[in-house]
Every structure is written in structure tokens, then in C-alpha cells.
């Protein structure tokens, strides 16, 4: 089983937004918990993440269609 795992950066990237914003939506009541904490920062689980995006930016989700 491999665990898939985002940080700050791959949250900001996935999200397309700036690091303060990042920060900012991380903060906010509603978006996952982190499922640790390292000297590095919050980490969490990619499907947690994914699954907060298909609810309150679906505008991000990939389409499915090929071009």
C-alpha cells in the first residue's frame, strides 16, 4: 500500500494558489484535519485533500474527457 501524502507545497500547487493563500485555506474551519505534524510542517492525506477540492472548488477537479 502506498501512502500518498501533501504537504503546504503540494496543497498550494494543487490548489493554484500563492503560499499565504495556502496558508490561509489550510487555517480555515472545514479543511482537513493534518494526519501528523513534523518538524517540517502538517502533512495530509492526498485523497483527504482531493476529496475537500470535489467539494468546495470542483472547478479544479480534472476532467475526465479526452481531447
Do not use: C
Not at 3 to 31: D, P, T
Not at 50 to 63: F, Q
Amino acid at each position: 500500500m502506498e501512502l500518498e501524502l501533501f504537504g503546504a507545497a503540494e496543497i498550494q500547487e494543487r490548489l493554484g494558489v500563492s503560499r499565504q493563500r495556502a496558508y490561509i485555506i489550510i487555517s480555515r474551519k472545514g479543511f482537513p484535519e493534518p494526519v501528523a505534524t513534523l518538524k517540517m510542517g502538517s502533512v495530509w492525506m492526498k485523497a483527504d485533500i482531493e476529496a475537500w477540492i470535489a467539494e468546495n472548488r470542483p472547478h479544479l477537479l480534472e476532467s475526465d474527457e479526452e481531447v
